[in-house]
């Protein structure tokens, strides 16, 4: 359903965020709200440019939501919430648009809140949990502990809107463990679906002045990869879309990135590291019986993440297991993310 879903997205950045998250530049960038909040013929004609998209064209049985994503939205004063949500109504009404989203934090959600958001049409509200760890939480300055964030995805569910919940790989005070019982805590809850971003190191921010202090240590990529896939693994299995790995590329994040896993593809590296650990058990399932099988299939949209950068997974297989080559086989009948060998 998540996947079907057109959203035409506004960023309103860090507007109405009064807290110091330490990984996060809103010192550096925050601008006051007018000066940053779209106005309602802004987002009238953005939407109808959106609309007027030819991939919108063949939208057919798709919904078409307007998502508000940045900052804390339900911090926002009332006012300029209701504002920004009721510049879409026509095109509610119009039934050309079909609901709302926003993000927010935990601790910005109330009763009160929440209605406004029910009231105006949003269906799906994001929420910034980061860490079900308390400790993190509070390294890291969030403002809120993880009971909180419990009882904030605990809310939304209750109102009957989608809930989704973003989560940081290593953040500081987190490790591998900790964070792989976060995974099974937001399982526990049962959101709509989950984002994972690696944290990065941004210029400006407090985390680099512990980075440059030598009392922050950023993940490697190769550890990020390997949490975020034991954490995509779980979510699979519990069947809650993860619609996000890492953080969206935009121009100029690259230049603000003091250190961290950052990789413009890391939502693909991560279901390589996946794909290649399914492959290994396939092949050490056959491995000492005469002609083991070296063909696998796999669903075409995952050739060349199966191979990964520069056909590193398939090289690593044929060292470990001794072959001479491997090939791989597309068919559209094989699930996605899942492999299988051709044995014949
Ligand atoms: S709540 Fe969000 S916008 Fe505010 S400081 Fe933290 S990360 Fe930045």
Same mark, same amino acid.
């Given at each position: 359903m998540e996947e079907k879903r057109f959203i035409i997205p506004f960023f309103i950045s860090h507007l109405g965020c009064p807290h110091h998250c330490i990984y996060c530049d809103q010192g550096v960038i925050a601008r006051p709200v007018a000066a940053t909040a779209p106005t309602a013929p802004e987002i009238a004609a953005e939407v109808e440019r959106y609309l007027r998209l030819g991939r919108l064209k063949n939208r057919a049985g798709r919904q078409v939501q307007v998502a508000f994503y940045g900052g804390t939205f339900t911090a926002l004063p009332v006012e300029i919430q209701e504002g920004l949500l009721r510049a879409v109504g026509p095109f509610l009404k119009e039934g050309v648009v079909h609901s709302l989203r926003v993000s927010t934090r935990p601790d910005a959600l109330s009763p009160a809140r929440l209605e406004v958001l029910a009231s105006n049409h949003v269906a799906t509200v994001e929420l910034?949990?980061?860490?079900?760890t308390d400790e993190v939480l509070r390294r890291s300055r969030r403002g809120y502990g993880s009971e909180q964030a419990r009882e904030a995805v605990r809310e939304v569910l209750r109102l009957g809107l989608e809930a989704g919940v973003q989560l940081m790989v290593g953040l500081p005070g987190e490790s591998a463990e900790t964070f792989a019982k976060t995974v099974e805590d937001v399982i526990r809850l049962r959101p709509h679906f989950v984002r994972l971003y690696p944290t990065i190191v941004i210029r400006g921010t407090g985390l680099e002045q512990w980075f440059r202090a030598g009392d922050y240590r950023p993940l490697t990529l190769e550890e990020a990869v390997a949490i975020s896939k034991e954490a995509l693994k779980r979510f699979r299995a519990a069947e809650i879309p993860v619609i996000r790995i890492g953080l969206q590329p935009t121009p100029t994040l690259p230049a603000s990135?003091?250190?961290? %896993?950052?990789? %413009?593809a890391f939502r693909q590296v991560v279901e390589g590291a996946l794909l290649y650990e399914q492959a290994v058990a396939l092949l050490a399932a056959h491995k000492g019986s005469p002609g083991i099988p070296t063909t696998f299939i796999v669903a075409p949209q995952d050739i060349s993440t199966f191979y990964g950068e520069g056909r590193a997974n398939i090289r690593r297989l044929c060292e470990v297991f001794d072959l001479r080559e491997i090939r791989v086989r597309p068919d559209p009948l094989q699930g996605r993310g899942t492999l299988a060998l051709w044995a014949v």
């Open positions: 910034g949990v980061q860490s079900m990135i003091v250190a961290g %896993p950052y990789h %413009p």
